[in-house]
C-alpha cells in the first residue's frame, strides 16, 4: 500500500517562530489532508490539499503531486498550536486514509 | 465543517463486556469511517462504508464489527472485549460525491479494557 512519511518527528520551537513540516508519499493521490491533533485528542481539519497552495491565517500549505511531497508552514507560532500534526493520504487496499506518524510540535512560551 | 458526533467519549470496562460505540453525523455524508488509533501513534482504518447497508474491512485487522441502517448512523460493536482493545477509536464521514472528499472527524472514544 501507499506508504506516508513525515519529518521531522518532533520539534520544539520559541513561541513566534515559523516551522516548516514535511510530508512525503508513495504513490499518486486523490485526496491530501492535514490535520492538528490538539490533547484532548481531537482531529482537525486544517487543509485538504491533493495538489496546489492553500492558505488560512498563519498557516499554508503546498503540495507538488508530480513530486509527492507536500509542505505545511506554521508562522508566528503560538503556545496553542502545540500537538500533533498528520499527513493522510487516500490510496492503498482500501476506502479510507493512510496517515503518518505525525510531527510532534512544542512551542514554549 | 461536518457535525459528527461520537459516544461515550470514555469508557472503561471489564473484559468479556459487549459494547457498542455510537457515531452519529449529521451532513447527510455517503461515507463513513472508523480509525483505530494507539497512544502516540497514527491512525489505521479498521471499517468503512459507502452507504447504507454496505460495510466494508479497513486495511486494519479488527475483532469490532459495524452496521449502516440509517445514513447518519455507523456504530461498532466488540462482542468481548479485552485488554488488547484498548485503544482510541475515531469516526469520520465524508460527501461521497459532488465535491471534495474532504474527511472530517468526531472528538474520538476512548476505551479502556481492564
Known amino acids: 500500500g501507499i506508504q506516508v512519511e513525515q519529518s521531522p518527528p518532533d520539534l520544539i520551537l520559541q513561541e513566534g517562530a515559523n516551522s516548516t513540516l514535511r510530508c512525503n508519499f508513495s504513490d499518486s493521490v486523490n485526496n491530501l489532508q492535514w490535520f492538528h491533533q490538539n490533547p484532548w485528542g481531537q482531529l482537525i481539519n486544517l487543509f485538504y490539499?491533493?495538489?496546489g497552495t492553500k492558505q488560512n491565517g498563519r498557516l499554508s500549505a503546498t503540495t507538488v503531486a508530480t513530486e509527492r511531497y507536500s509542505l505545511l508552514y506554521i508562522s508566528s507560532s503560538q503556545t496553542t498550536d502545540s500537538g500533533v500534526y498528520f499527513c493522510a493520504v487516500d490510496g492503498g487496499g482500501a476506502d479510507g486514509l493512510t496517515f503518518g506518524k505525525g510531527t510532534h510540535l512544542i512551542i514554549q512560551p | 465543517e461536518a457535525d459528527i458526533y461520537q459516544t461515550p467519549r470514555y469508557l472503561v470496562i471489564g473484559t468479556g463486556k459487549k459494547i457498542t460505540l455510537e457515531c452519529s453525523q449529521t451532513?447527510?455524508?455517503?461515507?463513513m469511517y472508523w480509525y483505530q488509533q494507539d497512544p502516540g501513534m497514527e491512525l489505521h482504518l479498521i471499517h468503512y462504508s459507502y452507504g447504507v447497508n454496505s460495510t466494508e474491512k479497513g486495511d486494519l485487522s479488527s475483532e469490532s464489527t459495524v452496521s449502516r441502517i440509517r445514513t447518519e448512523h455507523f456504530p461498532l460493536t466488540l462482542e468481548s472485549a479485552r485488554p488488547s482493545h484498548t485503544s482510541q477509536y475515531l469516526c469520520a464521514s465524508a460527501r461521497g460525491t459532488g465535491g471534495p472528499d474532504t474527511q472530517y472527524f468526531g472528538p474520538g472514544t476512548r476505551l479502556t479494557v481492564l
Open positions: 451532513m447527510g455524508h455517503d461515507k
Open positions: 490539499i491533493p495538489s
